[in-house]
Nanobody, 122 residues
Framework: QVQLVESGGGLVQPGGSLRLSCAAS????????MGWYRQTPGKQRELVAT???????NYADSVKGRFTISRDNAKNTVNLQMNSLKPEDTAVYYC????????????????WGQGTQVTVSS
């Protein structure tokens, strides 16, 4: 009942910047939490950054000071501005949202986007 569509991945040189965007659509009553995770082959998916509906943010230590997460509650979107990118930031980035939907009653579920590849290489 909810779709998350990501955009903005690609190839960038070390030190460069990229901006990821994620738009949520569907039978949304409220989005409690949105965030970005990333995964590389053979490793577990890891948290990058999250933002709550009230604006509270949380970042992985590895991206603090370089990445900024922002959210537009009116548009149900979340963005991740990534600066000073490093080769170790290379991964598939996934949008995540904890959404309350109205399906006769209110139900809260966890949703994932399809992922977007970010490659940092010279």
């Amino acid at each position: 009942q909810v779709q998350l569509v990501e955009s903005g991945g690609g190839l960038v040189q070390p030190g460069g910047s990229l901006r990821l965007s994620c738009a949520a659509s569907g039978s949304i009553f409220n989005i409690n939490y949105m965030g970005w995770y990333r995964q590389t082959p053979g490793k577990q998916r890891e948290l990058v950054a999250t933002v709550r509906s009230g604006g509270t943010t949380n970042y992985a230590d590895s991206v603090k000071g370089r990445f900024t997460i922002s959210r537009d509650n009116a548009k149900n979107t979340v963005n991740l501005q990534m600066n000073s990118l490093k080769p170790e930031d290379t991964a598939v980035y996934y949008c995540n949202a904890v959404v309350t939907i109205a399906v006769g009653t209110l139900v809260t579920r966890n949703y994932w986007g399809q992922g977007t590849q970010v490659t940092v290489s010279s």
